[in-house]
Structures are given as structure tokens and as C-alpha cells.
């Protein structure tokens, strides 16, 4: 019996399993591919080389030895004395065991951190060759002349500013009237119009209803994706296409009825504000309610909570459908950890920031201006734009602006929408002071250097 399993070696599983075994317990993770997860081997960081490389060939060759060598890195954090990695698949015996071929595996904690797999949409045509997700993407080995992007979501937005700059004709197809929907609309515009100026074409309001493989034999490989866009009829003729509509929680194989988990109906595990699992505790196999208390009809499921009842199963990362974010993932398992070890901590989940590596960037932390009204909260609006920023035009990146919401009268910061150069940069300053529970009084009384972008925080309106 050790003290901690974790099924999963992403960011989430394998942060948790550092930060466990330096406060001296002994965990076994448990990983089927590589370690790092799809942030690191299929996902941010491979997106991140692609941002950051002048054409699509230095980008596969950059990518050959990033990801080793990051992978490597992981590998040495996971050969802590107090962990243990065993490689290959998971599925739970009972709500203390894990097997992983003929092995088991007993432990007192288990954190499940599976992470997430494509959504595909039910179009026919969807399973055609040259039909990608971002993992089959990444692993095409020469640049496609067209590329038809579904989705304009975070991975669609990102794919097709780096797919642009290489030199692909791109166009996105998206269901709703603006990208990027968690993003404030007004800033979601202007990224939209900037890459329309840079060439890609955009069909907003769209649905796709079909995809086909060209049938004459001097077009091979060929697709038209077929679609509708306020009530007309309209296709689109490419090479590859990428299907960028949203990911679904990775619990296949995980045998969780053996633990009693029953999954939410999008397909995540359940879980409470502390990344709980909250289930059954009457269907655990062999356990029952350690009180000795029958459940009454009327009670919920986790309400054994609170009398006695701890479940000792936590699910992190995308696989809880939360916040599907490395750095959310990372937070969670820490956490995590933390309740394990008895250790109180004051993360504040949230205040979740997050940045779309798009040129120019946006980055968001907290509601959008549409999501304030919506929840009818009142606030006050605070803009700035770089153009009058020293640092910008010195850089020659002009483009962008900030949206700061704050309480009435210039209260606590609620918010901060940025589009511009170093988005990420700017967001991440606010994602402090909103931690703090700061004014932007307090933002404006802090001495900024000169010349920096983070400037344009304190020229807000
Ligand atoms: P998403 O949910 O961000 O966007 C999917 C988009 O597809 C939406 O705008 C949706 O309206 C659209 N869509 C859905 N069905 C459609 C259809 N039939 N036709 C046209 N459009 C359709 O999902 P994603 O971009 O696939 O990203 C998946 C997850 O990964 C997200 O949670 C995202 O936050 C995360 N992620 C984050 C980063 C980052 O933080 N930089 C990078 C990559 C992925």
C-alpha cells in the first residue's frame, strides 16, 4: 500500500507527483504514452515552437528536439526516490486498487489525471483521410497549400495564425457569430480582423454539414467541406482539414464502475470545489459508508460529505472538464496534494487566466464584459490602446488594447481582456493583483519601469 496513486504523467499528474513526494510521500504514477501529456508532447509546447519559428520546415525540425529534451526533463523529476513510474494502462479493481497488466497497485490517495481527446463532430465525411485533429496536424510532414479549419475556438484561432505566416491559404468555418467565445467580444473582433488583413478567411455563423473526398483521380486527396451560412449553401475546396471543435475528458478503459464513479453526461468526472470525486459512497465495491449510515432516497449521491465520509479519489485537469488548462491542471494536483498532507493554501481557482498564442496575442482573466452584463453585475469599464504606448511603437506593435473591469469607482480589478503584443505578460501582472483582491488604485500606485508594455495597465481610462 502506497500513499498516492496518480493515473496520468501530463502536467497535472506529474506536478502532483513532484510536489507530493518532496513533502515525503510515496506516490506511484501511472502513464500509457509519453510522459509530459498532450501540453507537452501534442499540445502547448509543440504549438508554442510553431509560433516561434520562422517556417513550417524549421518548425518540424525545432520540434524534434524540444519535446525530447523537455520529455527528458520530466522523466528526471519522476526519478524521485519516493516515486515510483510504472508505464502502461490503469483501470480501477476497486475504489483503493489500480491494475496495469497483471500488477496491482493499492494506495491509500488516488488522483486520476487522464486528461482529454478531440471532439469530433457527427458529419458524414468526418472519418475522410486529411482529416485531422491537432495531434495529426502537428505530425504532417510537409505544409498543405490549403488548410480548412472547423472551429474557431482556441486551437482553431492559434493553428490558423501560425498555418497563415508559414504560407497555407487558410479558411475557419464557425458556428457562432465570433470567435473565441470566452473572450471579450469587442477585443475577439479585432484579433478576427487582424488575421482577416493577414489573409485568412473567415466564415462566421457557419455549420458544417458535410465533408467529401474529391472523387476525380487528377484532384486525389482533395476534400470540399460543404456548409451553411444564413440559409445558404457553400462549400469550400482544400487540402488538409483540421477539426478544432472542443476536447472530451479521457475515461475510456479507466473501469470506473469498479470504484463507483459514474462520469457526467459530457462525459467528465465529477468532482467537488476540491477536485473531489463526488460519488456513490454506497456503491463503492466492498467499502460502503464507513459510518454504517444507510443513504435515504432523498439524499444525493456525495451527500454522505460532511458526516464522516471521505472519498479519497480526486480527478484533475481536463478529465474533470473544469478548466481545460495545463496551468489549471498543475493548480488542481498541487491542491490536491495539498488536502492530502493537511496543508491549507489560498489558490484562488477562480481567478484563472488564460492566453491564445495567436500574432498579435489576447489573453483574459475573469468575466468578459458580455458574461458581467449577463450575470448582471455592475462595473466600470477601463481602456487603454498601445498606440500611445512608448514600448509598442518602438517594437512596431501598435496593435492592441487592454480592457480592464473594475468594481464602481475604481474598486477591486473583476477583470482584464487584452489583445497586443505580450497579452500573456499584461494578463498574467493583473492575475496578481486580482489574486490580492487589489483596486486598480492599487494597480495605478505601482511603480511601472519605463518603457514597458505593462504600462498600458496604468494609462487605462
Ligand atoms: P473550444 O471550445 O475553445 O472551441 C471550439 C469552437 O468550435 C467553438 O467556437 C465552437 O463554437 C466551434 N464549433 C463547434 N462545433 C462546430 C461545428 N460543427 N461547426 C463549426 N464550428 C463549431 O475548443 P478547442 O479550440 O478545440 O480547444 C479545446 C480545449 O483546449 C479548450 O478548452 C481550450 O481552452 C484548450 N486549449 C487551450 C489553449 C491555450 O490556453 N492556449 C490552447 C489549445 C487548447
Not at 482529454?116 to 502537428?138: A, E, F, H, Q, R
Not at 490549403?146 to 464557425?174: P, Y
Not at 476525380?216 to 470540399?224: A, I, K
Amino acid at each position: 500500500m502506497t500513499d498516492l496513486i496518480i493515473i496520468g504523467a501530463g502536467p497535472g499528474g506529474y506536478k502532483a507527483a513532484a510536489h507530493a513526494a518532496k513533502n515525503g510521500l510515496k506516490v506511484t504514477i501511472i502513464e500509457e504514452g509519453h510522459v509530459g501529456g498532450t501540453c507537452l508532447n501534442v499540445g502547448c509546447i509543440p504549438t508554442k515552437t510553431y509560433v516561434h519559428s520562422a517556417s513550417f520546415e524549421e518548425a518540424r525540425e525545432r520540434l524534434a528536439q524540444v519535446v525530447p529534451q523537455l520529455r527528458a526533463g520530466v522523466e528526471t523529476i519522476l526519478s524521485h526516490p519516493n516515486i515510483t513510474l510504472v508505464r502502461g494502462k490503469a483501470s480501477f479493481v476497486d475504489g483503493h486498487t489500480v491494475r496495469v497488466g497483471d500488477e496491482q497497485f493499492t494506495a491509500s490517495n488516488i488522483i486520476i489525471a487522464t486528461g482529454s481527446d478531440s471532439k469530433l463532430i457527427p458529419v458524414p465525411g468526418i472519418d475522410s483521410s486529411n482529416v485531422v485533429d491537432s495531434t495529426g496536424l502537428l505530425q504532417l510532414d510537409t505544409l498543405p497549400k490549403r488548410l480548412c479549419i472547423i472551429g474557431a475556438g482556441v486551437i482553431g484561432m492559434e493553428f490558423a495564425s501560425v498555418f497563415n505566416r508559414f504560407g497555407s491559404e487558410v479558411t475557419v468555418i464557425e458556428f457562432l457569430k465570433e470567435c473565441l467565445p470566452a473572450l471579450d467580444s469587442d477585443i475577439a473582433k479585432r484579433l478576427r480582423k487582424q488575421m482577416e488583413k493577414k489573409g485568412v478567411t473567415f466564415y462566421m455563423g457557419a455549420g458544417v454539414k458535410s465533408i467529401s473526398p474529391s472523387s476525380s483521380p487528377v484532384r486525389e486527396g482533395e476534400l470540399t467541406v460543404f456548409f451553411e451560412q444564413k440559409g445558404k449553401e457553400l462549400s469550400v475546396e482544400t487540402d488538409v482539414v483540421l477539426v478544432a471543435t472542443g476536447r472530451k475528458p479521457r475515461t475510456e478503459g479507466l473501469n470506473l464502475e469498479a470504484a463507483g464513479i459514474t462520469m457526467e453526461r459530457n462525459g467528465a468526472i465529477p468532482v467537488d470545489e476540491n477536485f473531489e470525486v463526488t460519488a456513490n459512497p454506497l456503491s463503492f465495491p466492498g467499502e460502503g459508508r464507513p459510518d454504517g449510515q444507510k443513504v435515504s432516497g432523498n439524499e444525493s449521491p456525495s451527500s454522505g460529505r460532511g458526516q464522516g465520509w471521505a472519498s479519497h479519489i480526486y480527478a484533475i485537469g481536463d478529465v474533470n472538464g473544469k478548466q481545460m488548462l495545463a496551468h489549471a491542471a498543475e493548480m488542481q494536483g498541487i491542491h490536491v496534494v495539498n488536502q492530502i498532507l493537511g496543508i491549507e493554501d489560498n489558490i484562488r481557482f477562480e481567478v484563472m487566466p488564460a492566453a491564445i498564442f495567436t500574432s498579435p496575442e489576447a489573453a483574459c482573466v475573469g468575466p468578459s464584459e458580455d458574461m458581467l452584463k449577463e450575470a448582471g453585475v455592475s462595473c466600470e469599464c477601463h481602456k487603454a490602446f498601445y498606440r500611445a504606448n512608448g514600448k509598442a511603437l518602438a517594437m512596431n506593435e501598435s496593435e492592441g488594447m487592454v480592457k480592464l473591469f473594475t468594481e464602481p469607482g475604481e474598486g477591486r480589478i473583476l477583470s482584464a481582456h487584452v489583445f497586443g503584443a505580450h497579452a500573456a505578460d499584461l494578463v498574467q501582472e493583473v492575475t496578481a493583483y486580482m489574486t490580492l483582491g487589489a483596486t486598480l488604485r492599487q494597480l495605478r500606485d505601482t511603480v511601472h519601469i519605463h518603457p514597458t508594455l505593462s504600462e498600458v495597465l496604468i494609462e487605462v481610462n
